[in-house]
């Protein structure tokens, strides 16, 4: 009865009433463009030609170095621009895999940055298909620690795994509490790859790169199947335990990776609706999440991972509460900046909600990128440009966060890179809110809170 | 010059095939081939060990997500047995004798039980059938049976009663000779198990029939085994009545039972005969054996220092059982039964000795179930010299050879340099999980080649590529029917009804690629699974018809352009080695291509998605199967009738 | 489990729909140096005895028909004078010249990999046999379009 009871909460919560602010009036699909009063878009950079312009977005947080990376997804490159000038982005740098016309995938998907002592390195995620050139890459790694100049850029080194062909489609680099610099990887296998990035950059053999996996726990994992799709890496203070959250098939867990050889399951979320686990994001604190599952008509859900990081339970399967833009769509990936969630919603554009009271999540603001026909997203086949009909999958791709200053970068797949500032936002440091100040944003140099003196590798 | 007789006691190296070490096939893995193939073979690279290993857990995944959804398996649980008296389906007319009394129960022996999976099975105990390493049954799968009765041979009998089988001896026979042929229970020992199996006098292969070009023998046929059976006359243009097609141009012969042909044999060249009643359990237990034809020309052939048999045959065997057959209908019946224990001449393991520079010719014939051969000699240089039922037009040098089920080819090796020539079994797997292709390397035998020079010397005729003018000009006669419209069409398919679920939904997501020959069973679970009281393999003509609905006639004399296309779209695209008795036929052209290089044949591999063009020469009268050579497709209905109508009406349907 | 079995045949139909008309069939792609070539290839077993062409290790052995229009002159792209076609292995390490394409009807072979990519590039003379000029023309093998079910969007999530 208790577990009836359960679903039925889950379906209430995931319902359209529940997730709709009902501040924000749904707009006719013709209706979605520019944005409400608080979004301020500064540029807006088309980037390629042709219907599909990016996948995801990366931003450096140092202040001498404004720079985006800008996944070029079925384009097969990465471009580089220079936003010195928020206003006019400038690219400064562009690579594209060797023989282009012979590949066959998604191509560019996502992008990392990483600084390992005084150098500044950017890791590329590639996805080829069995059958195409490169189908066991997985990324790219350059030394971008030259830009401006782009002549400096080199390609120091290309991570392979072809014991899963179809490369990396999500990466995560992060700043451990023991001063590697780690990056995580998802395959089409039931696990997560972790990578020493410091082995893979100074030329260290190949076999010494892999340091270890998380296993994808979800009843999959028993067949074999059932990858991650997506993950966030973060310390937790209280603890003092380097956490993975990771979202795959089957639903989403988090792992106690402080010692990522040989990581331990903390506790699990599932339920009905989670085969499709996507996207996972924690508060700084690690007590609140936000998770996205991709399929149409299902919004953000909100949880409170107390029980789970406490050790109360194994698995939990009720959220606190929702969020959608519109519940007819499909957000997609977001960042947390407590309390500030910036969402990338597919073709609602840039959106930003608050979780000051996380049962009640409130639009704050919102801009809209796609200005697309409604239903008309990615699919088909690569030879027909991956055109199809009835997936919402298309517009806002990936969305970033500079901490100093609060600028919002934004990759649209319809309409390519973005830029805004959102009044009340100027910045972020968890420690004005209360919290830690651990986000999505790597310490580089110090580690995660402070954990760790600089080390030059 | 003179042809050198071969000793009769070379065409099978009995003796020394007792001593010899017995090879396992270890499917799938490069890394077995590694361990047991000689330095000149090729190995699996590591990349496709690793890409297998890691696609094989994904084989569970998807067994699993149908295994949730596989309700229907509950289909495949086990009924209770039939209560009427068994029939052995596949052929027309063809019923099993009324039970016996069978007093043999009573010479039963615990001896018997111990040493063979001799009797008939129940339902409640699967057998799991051997999986190629590593590779785990689909979950959705696991501890279902074919709804089938399992049989093996000499259900009763107590095996240390019946002969221990021995290979083939030679027979030779001249015109007006005639033959007493048996079919029997023997024993035979593979991989240090002793099984109860069939031979045709004892021996396996059964005896090689020798004989003079248009010789006629009589063959006195008694039926000793368990099953009714016939004997057919593979290629062999022979008198109708004496085709041995039950239900059609005689009646099967029950066990215990007695028929005499009357064999004529106008071609030279190289046959063989099989029982035409459940051939997926008579032929694949050992009843075949060759006929060799020899022509008055003493040049027919060029000059060879030796003449070596060759049949291929494999067995499926788990640990020390076989795996049983169908009793009411063949199992396998979407793949054919693919053994994983391949022999040469009844043997694991083939071995020749020869000298350097020896010239071998090697008469291969294929009766295997459903396996395909990609045969070759250790990199020596072969040529092909003869066919089905003739000569090449001309000589043909080839990398290896490649042998349909039913087909045999002739071919020329030489042996240039002292060593070890590997006899092997080459061909490029798919693992369906992984999305790759794995080699695989089957050791069948070796040649070990001494310093010793050969004498006579071949090389130079060797070297030279002859035209075989008389072949030439007799298919000159036919090439103003070269381009002529198809006299009939014939598309190849399969219907299924009520396989298990897993297997309908892993067969329907499974279909990025077909290739157009299978040379492996890359899931004998669900192969296992399929009888023919579930899977339709069939021949449809223009018209629509299908099988023996097919109504297909020709005039005695006639060409026929027959037009095969292999439908790449159907439930399990696979490759068809299709034969017709009684006349023989030249493959004129593959997809629009036309045959450079011509052959009469009575079997042609259709690969899937291709479109053959056969021409028969219908010139012996009489009603003629065409069907498809794998057993348990022919068992599962693939198969018409070609009337041949004579002058005097001779073509008639029973 | 719906949503995973209709991505599952979503994909299956769209590997088959965008591999090929038939099991031989190679639809081939311009590429921007030559936007206005068109082209289709058609797999056909070399000549053989056993009417089956495969190499002593089982690879099949193709004879590679070629359809082709709208190849432009190669004078124009470059010092080239000649289209090539060659079979590469899928991680382009290994380059197997086929032979000489024009406007029209050409028969190249043989190609003889497990799964390949044909390509036409421009080269400076019709007997070159090392690729290096500009692709005009690609596409994959039949075989090259076998998956991992690894790929299918069951066990990695739909993209992107």
């Not at chain 1, 000038?85 to 996502?110: Q, V």
């Not at chain 1, 200053?405 to 936002?425: A, H, N, P, Q, Y």
């Not at chain 2, 044949?601 to 199967?625: E, F, Q, R, Y």
């Not at chain 3, 062409?53 to 004879?63: C, F, L, P, W």
Request: charged letters at 20%; a neutral charge; one cysteine or more.
């Amino acid at each position: 009865m208790r577990r009836l009871a359960a679903l039925s909460a889950v379906f209430a919560l995931a319902s359209i009433a529940g997730a709709q602010d009902p501040g924000v009036p749904l707009k006719a699909f013709d209706q979605k463009h520019a944005g409400n009063d608080k979004m301020h878009m500064l540029a807006h950079v088309d980037g390629h030609a042709g219907a599909w312009k990016a996948a995801d977005i990366e931003l450096e947080q140092d202040r001498d170095r404004p720079y985006v990376y800008l996944c070029g997804f079925t384009n097969f490159d990465v471009q580089i621009y220079d936003i010195r000038n928020t206003a006019a982005p400038k690219k400064i740098y562009e690579w594209t895999i060797e023989n282009p016309e012979l590949h066959r995938g998604i191509g560019a998907m996502d992008g990392k940055y990483f600084k390992i002592g005084n150098k500044y390195y950017y890791a590329q995620s590639y996805q080829f298909m069995q059958g195409s050139p490169d189908a066991d890459l997985g990324a790219v790694i350059f030394d971008v620690t030259g830009l401006p100049d782009p002549s400096k850029v080199k390609v120091v080194a290309r991570i392979r795994y072809p014991q899963s062909p179809g490369g990396f489609h999500n990466t995560f680099a992060y700043k451990h509490s023991d001063g590697r610099v780690l990056y995580f990887a998802t395959i089409n296998q039931s696990k997560a790859l972790v990578y020493d990035l410091a082995k893979v950059v100074s030329g260290a053999p190949e076999s010494t790169w892999l340091v270890g996996a998380v296993p994808n726990p979800t009843p999959f994992k028993q067949i074999g199947g059932g990858g991650y799709h997506d993950f966030y890496v973060g310390y937790d203070p209280a603890t003092k335990q380097d956490k993975f959250y990771g979202a795959g098939l089957g639903g989403y867990s988090v792992w106690d990776v402080t010692k990522p050889e040989t990581p331990k399951q903390l506790f699990t979320i599932t339920s009905l609706g989670m085969d499709v686990a996507h996207t996972f994001t924690p508060s700084p604190d690690g007590r609140y999440a936000v998770t996205e599952t991709e399929y149409q008509y299902t919004p953000l859900r909100i949880w409170d991972l107390e029980p789970g990081q406490t050790g109360k339970t194994q698995n939990i399967d009720i959220p606190i509460s929702a969020w959608t833009a519109d519940w007819r769509d499909l957000s997609h990936n977001h960042e947390v900046r407590w309390p500030y969630v910036f969402v990338s919603a597919y073709e609602d554009g840039l959106q930003v909600f608050d979780l000051k009271d996380p049962k009640n999540p409130h639009t704050d603001g919102y801009w809209y990128t796609c200005n697309c026909q409604h239903e008309h997203g990615f699919g088909g086949t690569p030879d027909n440009g991956w055109q199809s009909t009835t997936s919402v999958e298309q517009g806002a791709f990936g969305v970033d966060v500079r901490n100093y200053d609060g600028l919002i970068v934004l990759s649209d797949m319809r309409s390519g890179l973005w830029l805004f500032k959102m009044d009340g936002f100027d910045g972020w440091n968890g420690h004005d809110v209360g919290m830690p100040n651990i986000s999505s944003v790597q310490d580089f140099d110090h580690g995660p809170d402070r954990t760790v003196k600089a080390v030059v590798p | 010059m003179t042809r050198i007789d071969a000793d009769p006691r070379e065409l099978f190296l009995a003796e020394s095939t007792r001593t010899r070490t017995r090879h396992e096939r270890f499917p799938m893995t490069g890394a077995r081939a590694q361990g047991v193939v000689p330095s000149t073979e090729r190995f699996a690279s590591i990349r496709d060990i690793r890409v297998f290993a890691g696609g094989v857990v994904l084989r569970m995944a998807a067994g699993l997500l149908l295994a949730c959804s596989s309700l229907a398996s509950a289909q495949q649980k086990p009924k209770r047995p039939p209560t009427k008296p068994d029939s052995m389906g596949g052929m027309p007319g063809m019923r099993m004798p009324a039970a016996k009394s069978d007093s043999s129960k009573k010479t039963k022996s615990k001896a018997a039980a111990h040493d063979t999976m001799s009797m008939d099975m129940p339902h409640d105990m699967p057998m799991p059938v051997p999986m190629p390493k590593g590779m785990p049954m689909i979950p959705g799968l696991v501890g279902l049976t074919p709804p089938v009765t399992s049989f093996l041979p000499g259900s009763g009998v107590d095996p240390k009663r019946l002969p221990l089988a021995t290979t083939s001896r030679i027979t030779r026979l001249k015109n007006g000779d005639t033959l007493d042929l048996t079919a029997q229970l023997v024993r035979r020992t593979i991989k240090g198990h002793t099984f109860v199996m069939y031979a045709f006098n004892g021996q396996v292969p059964g005896p090689l029939i020798r004989v003079p070009q248009n010789a006629t023998i009589t063959v006195r046929f008694h039926n000793r085994i368990d099953l009714p059976s016939t004997v057919h006359w593979h290629g062999v243009r022979l008198d109708n009545r004496f085709d041995g097609v039950p239900g059609l141009t005689q009646d099967s012969v029950r066990a215990g039972g007695d028929f005499v042909y009357t064999v004529h044999f106008p071609d030279a060249g190289i046959y063989w005969y099989h029982p035409h009643v459940r051939e997926d359990i008579e032929q694949a237990m050992g009843l075949y054996g060759n006929v060799l034809v020899d022509s008055p020309e003493h040049d027919y052939y060029a000059p060879a220092n030796r003449e070596q048999m060759l049949v291929l045959d494999d067995l499926l065997i788990n640990a020390d059982t076989l795996i049983p057959f169908g009793k009411e209908a063949p199992d396998f019946a979407l793949m054919g039964r693919v053994g994983n224990v391949l022999t040469v001449n009844g043997e694991p393991r083939y071995t020749l000795r020869a000298k350097r520079g020896e010239v071998v010719r090697f008469f291969i014939t294929n009766v295997s179930s459903s396996r395909t051969y990609n045969l070759s000699f250790g990199g020596a240089p072969t040529k092909v010299v003869a066919g089905d039922v003739s000569r090449f037009e001309r000589e043909e040098r080839v990398p290896s050879v490649v042998l349909a089920p039913a087909e045999r080819y002739v071919v020329d090796v030489r042996f240039e340099s002292s060593g070890k020539y590997a006899v092997v079994n080459a061909i490029q797997a798919i693992n369906h999980y992984a999305g790759e292709f794995s080699p695989e390397v089957d050791t069948l035998g070796a040649v070990t080649v001494d310093a010793t020079p050969a004498a006579p010397d071949y090389a130079k005729q060797f070297a030279t590529l002859r035209s075989n003018d008389a072949v030439a000009r007799d298919i000159e006669r036919f090439r103003p029917f070269f381009d002529k419209p198809p006299d009939k069409t014939l598309t190849l398919t399969v219907a299924t009804n009520a396989l298990p679920l897993a297997t309908v939904q892993f067969m329907n997501v499974d279909t990025a690629y077909y290739a157009p020959v299978e040379w492996v069973d890359g899931m004998p679970d669900m192969n296992w699974l399929s009888t023919s009281k579930q899977v339709r393999w069939i021949l449809r003509d223009e018209h629509g018809k299908e099988n023996m609905d097919i109504d297909w006639h020709a005039q005695q004399g006639s060409v026929v352009k027959l037009r095969i296309f292999n439908d790449p779209k159907s439930f399990h695209p696979m490759q068809h080695p299709i034969h017709l008795h009684g006349q023989r036929m030249l493959v004129v052209s593959r997809d629009g291509v036309p045959t450079k290089n011509l052959v009469w044949k009575d079997t042609a591999i259709i690969p899937v998605g291709s479109t053959v063009d056969l021409l028969i020469d219908a010139s012996n009268p009489g009603d003629w199967m065409l069907h498809c050579h794998i057993a348990e497709h022919l068992g599962a209905g693939m198969m018409t009738v070609l009337h041949v109508d004579g002058a005097g009406g001779g073509g008639k349907s029973r | 489990m719906n949503l995973a079995r209709s991505a599952i045949l979503a994909l299956a139909a769209t590997l088959l729909a965008a591999a090929s008309a038939g099991p031989f069939d190679i639809p081939l792609f311009n590429t921007p140096k030559a936007p206005t070539a068109q082209g289709n290839a058609r797999l056909v077993f070399a000549q053989s005895p056993f009417g089956v062409a495969v190499t002593a290790d089982g690879r099949a052995s193709y004879d590679v028909q070629i359809d082709a229009s709208g190849l432009p002159d190669p004078g124009t792209l470059g010092s080239y004078t000649s289209y090539v076609a060659w079979a590469a292995t899928t991680d382009l390490a290994h380059w197997a010249r086929l032979g000489v394409v024009k406007n029209g009807h050409s028969v190249v072979g043989h190609a003889e990999l497990n799964k390949f990519l044909l390509v036409v590039t421009a080269e400076p003379s019709e007997t070159t046999s090392v690729h290096g000029g500009p692709t005009v023309l690609h596409g994959t093998s039949p075989s090259g379009w076998l998956q991992s079910f690894l790929s299918h969007p069951l066990f990695r999530g739909i993209p992107p």
